[in-house]
């Protein structure tokens, strides 16, 4: 069929070469609501982001959508896909942002659980030892004093490297300190004593 007829517009004459193209079948546009897309989203979200193979055999039925043009096509479907991706981007940083803060709340729970026990295991030593006197087991009151103190401290957020500085000479900070400008990019001026006399 050849087209000749110069009274037909652009438009029509584009219509017809698909037609003719589709073989006299004009193509058929599905169209699908927001709450379709969104709804297929969820599931896609929900089943751990499958690939379209295996999203097919979860879509809901477009039919309880109010649409009446049947299940989207592979093409269709690997452009939600594409789109869901960009989507889960966001949903998955607040989703490891929530993970991240209760383990967090946990931790600072737990924490705080300890330095309770550790200050009462304290507590527990130091009553013994004065209520017993003469029933002192040195040993095991320390233990349990030193114990206690230590529990405590580190759930406090004390930990052994603070102790650790805490118990070094002046010359071993000041050894540290310049062992960590070595590896600085910065430059400092070193000042000395002889320049605080002046």
């Known amino acids: 069929m050849a087209i000749t007829d110069h009274s ?20 058929i546009r599905q169209t699908y609501t927001e709450g379709y897309r969104d709804a297929v989203f969820a599931i896609w979200y929900s089943a751990g982001k499958p690939t379209v193979r295996k999203l097919k055999g979860m879509l809901p039925d477009p ?52 330095a309770d026990i550790g200050h009462e295991m304290q507590q527990m030593a130091l009553d013994y030892l004065r209520e017993h006197p003469e029933k002192l087991n040195p040993n095991a009151a320390v233990r349990l004093l030193v114990e206690g ?21 002046d010359e071993d900070l000041l050894k540290q300190i310049n062992e960590l400008l070595a590896f600085s990019p910065a430059e400092l001026e070193v000042i000395t004593d002889e320049e605080d006399a002046v």
């Open 149 to 169: 103190v230590n529990i405590e401290r580190e759930s406090r957020g004390i930990g052994k490297s603070v102790m650790q500085m805490i118990d070094r000479s």
């Open 8 to 27: 037909h517009s652009t438009s029509e004459k584009l219509k017809q070469a698909a037609d003719i193209a589709n073989m006299g079948v004009p193509a």
């Open 63 to 114: 039919a309880e959508f109010g649409i009446s043009s049947g299940f989207p096509g592979d093409n269709t479907m690997v452009g939600w896909v594409q789109d869901f991706q960009e989507r889960a981007v966001s949903l998955d940083e607040q989703v490891s942002r929530q993970m991240q803060e209760r383990l967090i709340s946990e931790k600072v729970q737990m924490l705080n659980a300890h």
